[in-house]
Every structure is written in structure tokens, then in C-alpha cells.
């Protein structure tokens, strides 16, 4: 999937990549698309999740080897 | 968007795991668009106490109380396997080897993401700390009593006592 910015969260584990995920999404338009690359397994249910309380789109995980892809649609300002 | 849901937390505990739990929750639900509040009593005080400088405090027995029980972020220990502080010196290396942020880190990360800091106003005379925002870190927003932690418990979806 392309994404307009990306944010690497290898190595930080829960709760840091969610914080950090919060920063991030407010240096994006809405529409944007924001790739978190993490290897923190706990991410793939931490994030649909954290979208659905702040109403962003998650639109989905890609997996490659250690590396996580979550794929996030800027939905609000 | 709809009203925010509100987090209240009670922080009663002055240990370091009970602290850095307290803050990742608070860090955690402010991210997740609540709006938090953190209500600090008894040894709780000890981590938002300011980290430098002499507690100042009035009669001699407040006085000792703060000699014996300093307080502030950077000396909270474990509450099992201190071990004179080699336990809370490993588990400060092992969470930077995780790259965890530190108390001081979350305090920080707390304030930024609007969570707020409350200490507890009665408690200050029980722990020998004068009830005023110089006691504290600058983070500390304000001073409240039990009257102002319950009417915010009452709003909130979720209260928490640590």
C-alpha cells in the first residue's frame, strides 16, 4: 500500500508506538494514508482499536518477516 | 465529534512500577482521545514533588518527614527487589534497554498530550510538604481536594486507584 508519510516504530513497544502514533497523525492532511512499521506484535490489535476510539480509518496490516505495516487514513482533524 | 470520554486516576502509591503504570495508562487513554485527570495522594506526592532543591515545610516534625521521605521522580524505588536500589538500577537499564520511556519521559509526554495533574491538598500537611504549586514540578497544574477528585470520578467512564 502506498502511504504519504511513514513512522518507524521498531524496537518501542506498547504503549510507545500508540503515543507516538497520536503525535504523528497531526502532520497529516486528512485523506493522507500513515504507514507504522513496527515489530511489536501486540500492534495488530492495539491499532484498530485506537482507531476506533479516534474514528481514523484502519485500513490494514501488511506483514513481512519481523516487520509490521499498519496502514492508518487520516479521517479528522 | 461526539463528548470526550473522561479518565480519572487515583495515584495513591509512591513505587516506582505503580507510578510508570499509572502514567502509561494516562499517556495511553490521552492518545486515545480521552480526557485525563491524575489525582496525587499520600505517597503518590512523591512523584510529582519537585527534584531538586530542599522541601521547604514548617515545625520540626514536617521538617524530618521530608528529610526521611524526600520524594520526587528520580528517587521512587520498586516495591519488591529494591535490594538498596540495585533491583530499581536494573529495572531503569532493563526498560531503557527496551526503549521504554522513562518516569520522567512519561511526566513530560503526560503534560504535552493535555493530561492533567492534580495534587492533593489535605495529604500535603499529612506528608510534611506545604500545600503550594512551588512544592511540585511545573507540570502540576493546580491543587484540589477530595471533593474536586470525586466530582471528576463521577464524569469520568473510567476511575482508576493506584
Given at each position: 500500500m502506498k502511504a504519504d508519510q511513514t513512522l518507524d516504530c521498531m524496537g518501542i513497544y506498547c504503549p510507545t508506538p500508540i503515543i507516538k502514533t497520536t503525535t504523528k497523525i497531526k502532520d497529516l492532511k486528512t485523506g493522507e494514508i500513515l504507514e507504522v512499521v513496527s515489530d511489536d506484535k501486540r500492534i495488530r490489535l492495539d491499532m484498530p482499536d485506537w482507531c476506533r476510539t479516534t474514528g481514523h480509518e484502519f485500513l490494514g496490516i501488511e506483514e513481512q518477516g519481523e516487520e509490521i505495516k499498519v496502514y492508518i487514513r487520516k479521517s479528522h482533524n | 465529534m461526539a463528548k470526550k470520554e473522561k479518565l480519572t486516576i487515583a495515584v495513591l502509591s509512591g513505587d516506582l512500577e505503580r507510578a510508570l503504570a499509572a502514567f502509561m495508562l494516562a499517556v495511553t487513554g490521552a492518545s486515545m482521545d480521552m480526557e485525563v485527570s491524575m489525582f496525587f495522594t499520600f505517597w503518590g506526592l512523591n512523584i510529582v514533588k519537585?527534584?531538586?532543591g530542599t522541601m521547604k515545610s514548617k515545625g520540626l516534625m514536617k521538617k524530618m518527614l521530608n528529610m526521611m521521605n524526600r520524594g520526587g521522580s528520580k528517587r521512587l524505588k520498586l516495591s519488591r527487589f529494591n535490594m538498596l536500589g540495585l533491583g530499581t538500577w536494573m529495572m531503569k537499564d532493563l526498560m531503557k534497554q527496551a526503549n521504554m520511556p522513562s518516569i520522567d519521559e512519561y511526566i513530560a509526554m503526560a503534560k504535552d498530550m493535555g493530561v492533567e495533574l492534580i495534587a492533593c491538598t489535605t495529604t500535603c500537611g499529612v506528608m510534611g510538604i506545604?500545600?503550594?504549586?512551588?512544592?511540585?514540578?511545573?507540570?502540576?497544574?493546580s491543587l484540589a481536594g477530595a471533593a474536586y477528585f470525586l466530582s471528576e470520578a463521577r464524569k469520568s467512564g473510567v476511575t482508576l486507584f493506584i
Open positions: - | 519537585k527534584n531538586e506545604s500545600p503550594e504549586k512551588d512544592s511540585f514540578r511545573s507540570e502540576v497544574g
